[in-house]
């Protein structure tokens, strides 16, 4: 194992055996394995945002077993998706590439200011299904937030109790704030701060913009002067937020861009000590020898930094 690995499963000493483990073969398989930097491939947006908008670009994507065969051919460190996605291919493609459950997913089709994810899994169907992880969604700023913090809680709880790993989504979203208060800096630290505080040992938070949301938290960036005036700032922010980088921070693809733009925002990322990205839309859109192209230029940028 290496000495970037060992150092990482250290900051989760209290941890058993298996979840340890668990964690080990994310860190350590792809092309990214054992530098401390991580690549994950995520494809919930079939039911967040509908087929069509998620898969028509490039139709294959329709078929899940595309997906697996996406992560592994590129190298990916883990993929993750809702149970429906990783059942259509968990026992052809069992053992190719660590796998993550989401446990909990929302649909477009009905709107509203404060969302709220239905539990769509379970652990033991992690377990069945052979994941290394579960993987959930918090949207602080909700108003109802505390329900699902209660519900992740009671979810993570068994999932380390049966030796597996924990992915947090946590997308602050709801009438607590603005729209552009959804990536604002210090929202997206606080969410980073909330995730790491629920005992989440991967966050996934969205890249901050320089907007300060909270008139309470800009007194606070003013006065101590944070530096948040570029993405590598902003980064390094949010990863002291997760206990001072003693846990692991990974930052979301978002929309669909071009090449360009998902490269200057890797580089910022990685600038700013990110462990690494989560790219769905950016990745699984593109025909595939494209996509692999563009995840192989972005774990470049990690592993170089």
Known sequence: MSKQVKEILSWYGSENPGTLTNLSRILNHGRLGGTGKVVILPVDQGFEHGPARSF??????????????LGIDAGCN????PLGFLEAGSGEFAGDIPTILKLNN??????????????TGCV?????????????TIYPASSL???MYEQFRELAEEAKAKGLAVVLWSYPRGSGISSAGETAIDVVAYAAQIAAQLGAHIIKVKPPTDHIEQD???????????PVATLADRIRHVVQAAFNGRRIVIFSGGPAKDREGVMEEIRGIAEGGGFGSIIGRNSFQRPKAEAIDLLHEVMDIYAQA
């Open 56 to 69: 028509a670009k490039n139709s294959v994507g329709y078929d899940p077993r595309y997906h697996f065969e």
């Open 78 to 81: 883990a993929y993750a998706a």
């Open 106 to 119: 929302s649909d477009s089709l009905y709107g509203g200011a404060d969302p709220c994810s239905a539990v």
């Open 124 to 136: 033991d169907d992690a377990l069945r299904l052979g994941c290394s992880a579960i993987g959930f």
């Open 145 to 147: 937030r505390n329900e």
């Open 216 to 226: 309470a938290a800009r007194k606070v960036y003013e006065a101590e002067k944070i």
